[in-house]
Protein backbone atom coordinates (compact mmCIF):
# COMPACT_ATOMS: atom_id res chain seq x y z
CA UNK A 1 0.00 0.00 0.00
CA UNK A 2 1.32 2.93 -0.76
CA UNK A 3 1.58 5.86 1.00
CA UNK A 4 0.11 9.45 0.89
CA UNK A 5 1.73 11.91 3.71
CA UNK A 6 -0.17 14.69 4.82
CA UNK A 7 0.84 16.65 8.33
CA UNK A 8 -0.80 17.87 11.20
CA UNK A 9 -4.06 19.50 11.43
CA UNK A 10 -5.82 18.72 8.39
CA UNK A 11 -9.23 19.71 8.05
CA UNK A 12 -11.89 18.45 6.13
CA UNK A 13 -12.10 21.19 3.81
CA UNK A 14 -8.50 20.00 2.85
CA UNK A 15 -9.73 16.47 2.31
CA UNK A 16 -13.06 17.73 0.38
CA UNK A 17 -13.30 21.56 -0.11
CA UNK A 18 -17.19 23.07 0.73
CA UNK A 19 -17.51 23.55 -2.70
CA UNK A 20 -18.10 19.74 -3.40
CA UNK A 21 -20.39 19.16 -0.58
CA UNK A 22 -23.69 18.47 -2.79
CA UNK A 23 -22.22 15.63 -4.23
CA UNK A 24 -23.22 12.31 -2.25
CA UNK A 25 -21.47 9.86 -4.38
CA UNK A 26 -18.14 8.68 -3.05
CA UNK A 27 -16.67 7.74 -7.19
CA UNK A 28 -17.58 11.68 -7.57
CA UNK A 29 -16.23 12.66 -4.43
CA UNK A 30 -12.81 11.01 -5.12
CA UNK A 31 -12.62 13.24 -7.96
CA UNK A 32 -11.81 16.58 -5.93
CA UNK A 33 -10.47 14.43 -3.12
CA UNK A 34 -7.34 17.21 -1.16
CA UNK A 35 -7.76 19.25 -4.64
CA UNK A 36 -6.48 22.92 -3.92
CA UNK A 37 -4.29 20.81 -1.28
CA UNK A 38 -2.74 18.09 -3.02
CA UNK A 39 -4.17 18.01 -6.43
CA UNK A 40 -2.37 14.66 -7.82
CA UNK A 41 -4.11 13.14 -5.35
CA UNK A 42 -7.26 12.49 -7.06
CA UNK A 43 -5.30 11.73 -10.16
CA UNK A 44 -3.21 9.58 -8.90
CA UNK A 45 -3.88 7.53 -6.19
CA UNK A 46 -5.00 3.91 -6.37
CA UNK A 47 -7.10 1.16 -4.82
CA UNK A 48 -5.44 0.83 -1.30
CA UNK A 49 -3.51 3.35 -0.68
CA UNK A 50 -3.16 4.64 2.49
CA UNK A 51 -3.09 8.44 3.79
CA UNK A 52 -0.83 9.04 6.87
CA UNK A 53 -0.60 12.20 8.57
CA UNK A 54 0.20 13.43 12.05
CA UNK A 55 -2.04 14.86 14.64
CA UNK A 56 -5.66 16.06 14.62
CA UNK A 57 -6.36 14.74 11.08
CA UNK A 58 -9.84 15.82 9.86
CA UNK A 59 -10.10 18.77 12.28
CA UNK A 60 -12.82 21.67 11.11
CA UNK A 61 -16.12 21.01 9.87
CA UNK A 62 -18.20 17.61 10.98
CA UNK A 63 -18.95 16.34 7.15
CA UNK A 64 -19.04 12.55 6.25
CA UNK A 65 -18.16 13.81 2.65
CA UNK A 66 -14.40 13.75 3.87
CA UNK A 67 -14.49 9.48 5.11
CA UNK A 68 -16.75 9.22 1.66
CA UNK A 69 -14.25 10.93 -0.77
CA UNK A 70 -11.46 8.72 0.70
CA UNK A 71 -13.09 6.03 0.19
CA UNK A 72 -14.61 6.68 -3.07
CA UNK A 73 -10.72 7.39 -3.95
CA UNK A 74 -10.01 3.76 -3.10
CA UNK A 75 -8.63 4.82 0.76
CA UNK A 76 -9.43 2.13 3.20
CA UNK A 77 -7.53 3.23 5.78
CA UNK A 78 -6.16 6.24 7.57
CA UNK A 79 -3.51 6.33 9.83
CA UNK A 80 -2.58 9.43 11.89
CA UNK A 81 -1.07 10.08 15.35
CA UNK A 82 -4.41 11.30 16.15
CA UNK A 83 -7.64 12.18 15.02
CA UNK A 84 -10.75 14.68 15.28
CA UNK A 85 -13.21 12.48 17.08
CA UNK A 86 -15.93 13.54 14.93
CA UNK A 87 -13.65 12.53 12.16
CA UNK A 88 -12.63 9.18 13.71
CA UNK A 89 -16.49 8.42 14.14
CA UNK A 90 -17.49 9.56 10.33
CA UNK A 91 -14.55 7.45 9.29
CA UNK A 92 -15.99 4.51 11.37
CA UNK A 93 -19.73 4.97 10.45
CA UNK A 94 -19.52 5.15 6.64
CA UNK A 95 -16.73 1.94 6.80
CA UNK A 96 -12.99 3.71 6.93
CA UNK A 97 -10.78 2.71 9.14
CA UNK A 98 -8.97 5.32 11.47
CA UNK A 99 -5.93 3.73 13.00
CA UNK A 100 -3.83 5.41 15.45
CA UNK A 101 -0.02 5.26 15.70
CA UNK A 102 2.03 7.36 17.23
CA UNK A 103 4.76 6.60 14.99
CA UNK A 104 3.21 8.17 12.35
CA UNK A 105 5.89 10.73 11.38
CA UNK A 106 8.38 8.47 10.76
CA UNK A 107 6.66 7.28 7.53
CA UNK A 108 7.22 9.05 4.50
CA UNK A 109 5.37 10.17 1.32
CA UNK A 110 5.16 7.07 -1.17
CA UNK A 111 6.66 4.67 1.31
CA UNK A 112 4.97 1.17 1.12
CA UNK A 113 3.00 0.00 4.09
CA UNK A 114 1.48 -3.23 5.52
CA UNK A 115 -1.27 -3.21 7.99
CA UNK A 116 -1.34 -6.02 10.51
CA UNK A 117 -4.28 -5.11 12.94
CA UNK A 118 -4.41 -8.84 14.21
CA UNK A 119 -0.47 -8.43 15.44
CA UNK A 120 -1.45 -4.72 16.54
CA UNK A 121 0.93 -3.12 14.06
CA UNK A 122 2.06 -1.11 10.51
CA UNK A 123 5.23 -2.56 9.04
CA UNK A 124 6.96 0.37 6.97
CA UNK A 125 10.70 0.10 5.60
CA UNK A 126 11.31 -3.33 7.64
CA UNK A 127 9.63 -1.44 11.38
CA UNK A 128 6.72 -1.96 12.91
CA UNK A 129 5.06 0.63 14.12
CA UNK A 130 2.35 0.22 16.53
CA UNK A 131 -1.15 1.19 16.46
CA UNK A 132 -3.94 1.50 18.90
CA UNK A 133 -6.38 -1.34 19.15
CA UNK A 134 -9.22 -0.93 17.31
CA UNK A 135 -12.34 -1.69 19.67
CA UNK A 136 -14.03 -4.91 17.93
CA UNK A 137 -17.98 -3.32 17.45
CA UNK A 138 -15.88 -0.34 15.99
CA UNK A 139 -14.05 -2.78 13.98
CA UNK A 140 -16.89 -4.89 13.29
CA UNK A 141 -18.72 -1.42 11.82
CA UNK A 142 -15.87 -0.89 9.19
CA UNK A 143 -15.98 -4.35 8.10
CA UNK A 144 -19.86 -3.91 7.57
CA UNK A 145 -19.32 -0.91 5.27
CA UNK A 146 -20.16 1.31 7.72
CA UNK A 147 -23.20 1.46 10.42
CA UNK A 148 -26.60 1.30 7.87
CA UNK A 149 -24.81 -1.42 6.68
CA UNK A 150 -23.83 -2.78 9.93
CA UNK A 151 -27.37 -2.21 11.09
CA UNK A 152 -29.20 -3.76 8.61
CA UNK A 153 -27.37 -7.18 9.97
CA UNK A 154 -29.08 -6.64 14.02
CA UNK A 155 -31.63 -9.06 14.51
CA UNK A 156 -32.40 -6.34 17.65
CA UNK A 157 -31.56 -4.16 19.57
CA UNK A 158 -31.77 -4.54 23.22
CA UNK A 159 -32.94 -2.02 25.72
CA UNK A 160 -33.63 -0.95 29.31
CA UNK A 161 -37.05 -1.85 28.44
CA UNK A 162 -36.21 -5.36 26.97
CA UNK A 163 -37.03 -8.15 29.75
Not at 82 to 100: D, E, H, K, W
Not at 121 to 136: C, M, Y
Not at 146 to 151: D, H, I, K, N, Q
Amino acid sequence: MRVWKFGDDIDTDAVIPGRFLTIYDPAELAKHAFEGTRDEFAREVREGDVVVAGSNFGCGSSREHAPLALLGAGIRVVVAESFARIFYRNAVNTGLLPLVCAGAGEIRDGDTVTVDLGGGFIEVNGKRLAVEPVPGFLKSIVDAGGLVAYAKDLDGVETCNTK
